[in-house]
């Protein structure tokens, strides 16, 4: 019922920039907030940034503050990360979640949330 698609990651070099983008279908999105997170392989699954229905957005990552940024479209039903300047320790899988039961929250990543099926970013030196 609830779907998430990422995409948009690809490979990039040492300072380049890409544009991920999270569709929603299912519901519609004005009701939701968007987070993303990453994963790199074997690592534990982290929590990047949060925008929530009005537009506020959280960082999580201090890493990213002032090279990632977050921004909707509800008209397409699509969240965007924008992200500038990357560096390899950003490479990794990226999802977009929505809370599962209360959507207007950010998600705190559980299992319990929907999840899109992540997309590769793969950043190189």
């Known amino acids: 019922q609830l779907q998430l698609v990422e995409s948009g990651g690809g490979l990039v070099q040492l300072g380049g920039s890409l544009t991920l983008s999270c569709v929603a279908s299912?519901?519609?999105?004005?009701?939701?907030?968007i987070g993303w997170f990453r994963q790199a392989p074997g690592k534990e699954r982290e929590r990047v940034n949060c925008?929530?229905?009005?537009?506020?957005?959280?960082t999580y990552l201090n890493s990213v503050e002032g090279r990632f940024t977050l921004s909707r479209d509800n008209a397409k039903n699509t969240v965007y990360l924008q992200m500038n300047n990357l560096k390899p320790e950003d490479t990794g899988v990226y999802y977009c979640?929505?809370?599962?039961?209360?959507?207007?929250?950010?998600?705190?990543?559980?299992?319990?949330?929907?999840w899109g099926q992540g997309t590769q970013v793969t950043v190189s030196s």
């Open positions: 925008i929530s229905r009005d537009g506020a957005r959280i």
């Open positions: 299912g519901f519609t999105l004005d009701d939701n907030a």
């Open positions: 979640a929505t809370d599962r039961r209360i959507g207007r929250l950010c998600p705190k990543g559980t299992k319990d949330d929907y």
